[in-house]
C-alpha cells in the first residue's frame, strides 16, 4: 500500500492542481464557467495518462520467465 498509496495520493494532488489554471475552479461551491468539461478532464484524462505512465513504466523492466 506504501508505494501505490503515494502514487494515488500524487496523481489526485496534481489532478485538482490542474483544475484551477485549465478551468477556474476554486472549489465545489464555485466550480468555474465549465464544471462539466472539469468533470470530463477528471473522469477521462487523467485516468488515461496514468494508464500510459503505467505501461510505460512497466515497459523500462524485463519481463522475463524463469523456469
Known amino acids: 500500500m506504501g508505494l501505490f498509496g503515494r502514487a494515488s495520493g500524487a496523481l489526485v494532488g496534481l489532478s485538482f492542481a490542474l483544475l ?3 478551468f477556474g475552479y476554486v472549489s ?3 466550480p468555474g464557467p ?3 468539461l472539469a ?3 477528471l473522469v ?3 485516468p488515461g495518462v496514468a494508464i500510459l505512465l503505467a505501461y510505460f513504466l512497466a515497459a523500462l523492466f524485463p519481463h522475463e520467465i524463469k523456469e
Open 28 to 30: 465545489g461551491e464555485n
Open 39 to 41: 468533470f470530463r478532464f
Open 34 to 36: 465549465n464544471p462539466g
Open 44 to 46: 477521462a484524462v487523467i
Open 20 to 22: 484551477g489554471p485549465l
